[in-house]
């Protein structure tokens, strides 16, 4: 190869890292500023799956503040606390361990002083093709992507619910933009309650089911359990996350273009703590965000997909077996969804069940 080529190269190999650099530090000086905004007297996070990438930049970057303590629910990770973060083991793959991880997020979010109260659903999971089922009868992608979080946010609604009034906490689910190459309709629901073979898109499919329970039940969440979801698509970050299987050598040397072409992972924590992170994160519910800019409403613009959201939310609570778990009551996803997800100018609680047509 020739000086001038090699020169080149080099020039953007080190203009991609300085831009990768500049970018990084920004995210993070801008999250530092967020949680100096909002983080209270003792802000408590939850974050799942973070044992890597994005997970594991959130943990870091949320610990560095005095007033975050953070709870992490890990894969083959054995119980520990360090400094002001507790490390527990959470088995996506066994919904009993959901269950456990469950009860402990809530004891966590309950305790303390007034703060910041988040659980963030960042765990996920990417294979090519199904080459198991779980005993639940899904594969390993439906099970980490939809009925993980599913579960771990519904039981800590019911217990939030049940011990009465606590302080409002905002639930993070991590979606993607690949779920607008989602195929996800009632025929696909049927497919996956008979265990049948389903779509080649199951990452998109297990990931659009996010914002469809997000976009049925974000109102009751909050209703009921003061618990306000919205989801996140934090953009394409440059993680080894669906890319395990390249070689090292190729994961090397695409290094300066993926610098180029994507997000930092600083940028990606950033994006999804920003969600929670704001004036509203509290009295608004169902919103969906890519990277840091609102994209929908979702209970607003997914109200066409009704239908196939509460088959969906169903489907999820019998594989999951949530109301076995949860003494027998049932969700209530029959009610009439609100077209206005704002809470703040509501003059009383009463006045707000009304508007939702609720008894």
């Avoid at 009704?306 to 489907?315: A, Y």
Wanted: proline content about 4%; glycine content about 8%.
């Amino acid at each position: 190869m020739p000086p001038s080529d090699l020169l080149f190269l080099g020039l953007t190999a080190a203009a991609a890292l300085l831009g990768c650099h500049l970018r990084g530090r920004a995210a993070r000086r801008r999250l530092q500023e967020l949680l100096k905004e909002f983080a209270g007297h003792e802000g408590r996070v939850v974050i799942t799956g973070a044992g890597t990438g994005i997970g594991k930049e959130l943990a870091h970057l949320l610990s560095q503040h005095p007033s975050i303590s953070v709870l992490l629910g890990c894969q083959h990770e054995i119980e520990r606390q360090e400094g002001r973060t507790r490390v527990l083991p959470l088995e996506l793959l066994d919904l009993d361990s959901v269950q456990r991880f469950a009860v402990e997020a809530h004891r966590f979010l309950r305790e303390g002083k007034d703060g910041l109260r988040m659980l963030i659903n960042n765990a996920g999971f990417k294979e090519k093709e199904i080459t198991v089922r779980t005993k639940y009868g899904v594969s390993r992608t439906w099970q980490v992507n939809f009925l993980g979080p599913f579960l771990l946010t519904e039981i800590l609604a019911r217990l939030r619910e049940t011990e009465g009034p606590s302080l409002p906490a905002s639930v993070i689910n991590v979606a993607s933009g690949h779920e607008s190459e989602s195929s996800l309709d009632e025929a696909l629901l049927d497919a996956l309650a008979g265990e049948r073979e389903t779509t080649s898109h199951e990452y998109a499919d297990s990931k659009r089911a996010l914002l469809l329970w997000t976009s049925v039940r974000s109102q009751s969440l909050a209703l009921k359990g003061n618990l306000f979801a919205h989801a996140v698509s934090p953009g394409k970050v440059n993680t080894r996350f669906g890319c395990e299987d390249i070689p090292w050598w190729l994961w090397v040397w695409s290094a300066p273009a993926r610098m180029l072409m994507f997000r930092t992972v600083s940028e990606g924590a950033l994006s999804i703590a920003a969600a929670g992170l704001r004036k509203h994160a509290t009295s608004k519910f169902g919103q969906y965000f890519r990277e840091e800019e609102l994209s929908e409403d979702l209970v607003i613009w997914r109200m066409p997909e009704k239908r196939v959201s509460v088959q969906l939310v169903r489907w999820a609570s019998q594989v999951t077996s949530l109301n076995a778990r949860m003494g027998g009551r049932p969700l209530d996803i029959g009610g009439r969804s609100l077209s206005v997800t704002d809470l703040v100018n509501q003059s009383s609680g009463e006045d707000f069940l009304l508007l939702a047509g609720l008894p």
